[in-house]
């Protein structure tokens, strides 16, 4: 279990690097180099994050759990944060990435 919250750890860390990402080029604006900074650290970041969390568990379900809980993770960033609106496609590819995890989770 150590290895699958790692996994989320380092996914948060990453979701952080594209939310400031997202801030430095948002519309209307020109690129705020400041939050480009703050991505990239944080990028930089997940480096480590990744190296521990995959002494904890194996590569494929490293690589799947990783993907998916970015996925979701910047899903809810773009609708809460951003204000982004999801079609009924992207709706119901998010209710398949949940149960994937919850499978991943379970046999993992």
Sequence with gaps: MPGFFLIILTSLIGVAGDFFFKLANSAGRPTDWKWVAAGIVLYVLTVPSCFWALKYS???????????????????????????????????????????????????
Excluded: P, T
Aim: charged fraction near 10%; aromatic fraction near 16%.
């Design 58 to 108: 194996k590569l494929s379900s490293f690589g799947v759990i990783y993907s998916l809980s970015q996925f979701l993770l910047l899903v809810v960033l773009g609708i809460l944060y951003f204000h982004e609106k999801l079609n009924i496609y992207e709706m119901i590819g998010v209710i398949m990435a949940v149960a994937s995890i919850f499978l991943l989770a379970r046999f993992a």
